[in-house]
DNA sequence: AACTGTCCCTGCAAGC
DNA sequence: TGCTTGCAGGGACAGT
């Protein structure tokens, strides 16, 4: 599932294949895919614009357009973005379509496939962003930026009762964590997913942003996580390989390839399938 | 206020 | 074999 990792691979996919360009055209066919706004909204917020940025925050993707408008794209659960050349025969749960301007006398389109629906395609206006993307003003710190550090995430945790895994999958504390990076991350820094986040020590804390840093960072340069089940690929089509490296998520049952003693046990938490080594995670 | 549970949706896999 | 059932999960929202 797209998580940080694999939507700023997707990102960079934009960079290479979308910034730069004219948008020609829109197809909007499932309506629940720009349901935050509408089919029409869509298709005159992007005919004939610019694109000139591709950015993220968390797991949110943004563009800035020379209309001077913005386009948000969040993949969800099952959301891909695909790069293809006009005439290619689109797979099934193809809800938006955009026709994009020759480049070096080649034409593409951009096309976002989500069989799931839960993804969004939203143009908006950036000066009433608090109105039309509420979500994007609270979300929380992005992990691989500059301002992430041990104090901050010291200060975000301070008196947080509920526990640590919870407070890992809130978007409004640290942004662009899921469910299988969450399980990566605990597994790394040796804490169980059910530690108090309020009463860890500064040195725990530290071990905890370095952890988030790390998994998140290695994910990157692995392109994400390609999973059976979602078969995130990226823009041109390519899986990720992080999902080689996975070592507790997916392998409840299995003996711990850190400490060679412990099970990883299979647990609900924060009403999320949870993998923790029962030996070196405390 | 802060935390937990439910829902949205489809494809796939397990079980009868 | 062919059906039904359950599960996967990000984030909004309702409930406690």
Redesign the pocket.
């Known amino acids: 599932?797209?998580?940080l990792p694999e939507v700023e691979t997707v990102r960079r996919g934009l960079q290479q294949n979308f910034v730069g360009r004219k948008i020609t055209k829109v197809e909007v066919g499932?309506e629940?895919t720009v349901r935050r706004t509408s089919r029409e909204a869509l298709i005159d917020g992007l005919t004939g614009v610019k694109v000139l940025s591709a950015t993220r925050r968390?797991?949110?993707l943004i563009c800035a357009l020379d209309s001077g408008q913005k386009l948000m794209v969040?993949?969800?659960?099952?959301g891909r973005l695909i790069i293809a050349k006009p005439g290619a025969s689109r797979p099934?749960?193809t809800h938006v379509v955009l026709h994009l301007a020759k480049t070096d006398s080649v034409e593409s389109e951009l096309w976002f496939v989500d069989?799931?629906?839960?993804g969004e395609v939203v143009v908006f206006d950036p000066d009433k962003v608090k109105t039309q993307m509420?979500?994007?003003v609270?979300?929380g710190v992005d992990p691989l930026t500059d301002e992430f550090s041990p104090q901050i995430l010291q200060g975000l945790f301070k008196?947080?009762?509920?526990?640590l895994k919870?407070?890992l999958?809130?978007?409004?504390f640290v942004?662009?964590?899921?469910?299988?990076?969450?399980?990566e991350i605990l597994h790394l820094a040796k804490l169980r997913p059910d530690r108090l986040?309020?009463r860890l020590t500064t040195a725990t804390l530290t071990r905890l942003h370095a952890a988030i840093v790390e998994v998140l960072n290695k994910a990157v340069v692995a392109g994400g996580s390609t999973?059976?089940?979602?078969?995130y690929v990226d823009l041109d089509g390519q899986t990720g390989s992080f999902q080689d490296e996975h070592r507790v998520?997916?392998r409840a049952g299995l003996q711990c390839l850190t400490c060679r003693k412990g099970r990883i046990l299979?647990t609900?938490v924060?009403?999320?399938?949870?993998c923790y080594c029962s030996a070196c995670q405390h």
């Not at 969040?74 to 099952?78: G, I, N």
């Not at 069989?115 to 839960?118: D, E, G, I, K, S």
């Not at 999973?227 to 078969?231: A, R």
């Not at 924060?270 to 949870?274: L, M």
């Open positions: 599932m797209p998580e499932r629940r968390g797991k949110y969040h993949l969800r659960m099952s099934p749960h069989p799931r629906t839960f509420p979500d994007l609270n979300l008196n947080r009762r509920g526990n919870a407070l999958l809130n978007q409004h942004a662009g964590i899921g469910n299988i990076y969450a399980d986040p309020g999973l059976k089940d979602t078969q998520y997916g299979m609900v924060a009403g999320r399938t949870t």
